[in-house]
């Protein structure tokens, strides 16, 4: 890495079963990972998951640190619970389902170090679209800085962007009232008040089965949508 920064990847789990051990597989890969702290906030656990996590822990004892939500948590409320037990000086989430490149994290903390004046960094991925078992389709969500009106009226940043927990003083914290635009809203608000770098090559593949909670089918999602615009 070009000048190094410990990294806070923030992950939130709920019925997670199905993807947490590859999940905790790949973090270790990530070429930046001895610059990492992994902050899991687990949302009512299966025995399983416990089970992975500690298993994680005793191999990697210095780079995981996680807490068992006391009730069911929206998204928002438990991404900022991790943030609230973060140290460093960049942050990005990491869905359990999505897959990073192996070099995601330190590309991204190789462009802010770049780029003293950005407050995130973001960057090209793809997006794999599952229906049930069954793969149907990948496509290329973005693969060339976005225009300005799209940043600032779309999901440009995608899932795998990385921020300064110094913006947080502006941006202010994830609103823990959306249910569906979460990360959306943050987002808005992040490309609004501060400026941003772009890495060139992927950054890793977006998991759309349709049932998460920005791409399930829900009619709360164009609410929360204009909401935030």
Not at 27 to 52: D, W, Y
């Amino acid at each position: 890495m070009r000048n190094p920064e410990q990294i806070d990847i923030l992950t939130s789990t709920y019925r997670s079963e199905p993807f947490l051990e590859k999940f905790l597989d790949a973090v270790p890969k990530q070429t930046a990972f001895q610059h990492c702290n992994l902050i899991l906030r687990m949302n009512r656990p299966s025995e399983s998951e416990l089970s992975l996590v500690r298993e994680f822990q005793k191999k990697f004892p210095n780079h995981l640190s996680f807490s068992v939500a006391p009730k069911l948590e929206k998204l928002g409320a438990s991404w900022n619970a991790a943030i609230a037990r973060s140290k460093s000086p960049l942050i990005s989430i990491w869905n359990v389902d999505d897959e990073r490149s192996e070099d995601s994290l330190e590309r991204l903390a190789d462009g802010l170090s770049r780029s003293e004046a950005a407050g995130y960094a973001f960057g090209p991925f793809s997006v794999r679209r599952t229906v049930g078992k069954f793969f149907r389709h990948r496509f290329e969500a973005q693969t060339s800085p976005p225009a300005e009106t799209h940043v600032m009226h779309g999901m440009a940043l995608g899932p795998f962007f990385m921020f300064r927990r110094t913006i947080l003083e502006r941006v202010g914290p994830f609103d823990e009232q959306y249910v569906s635009a979460t990360d959306y809203d943050f987002a808005m608000r992040l490309v609004r008040l501060a400026s941003g770098t772009w890495t060139a090559s992927s950054l890793g593949t977006f998991e759309n089965s349709g049932k998460g909670l920005s791409t399930g089918a829900s009619m709360i999602q164009p609410v929360e949508r204009t909401a935030v615009e």
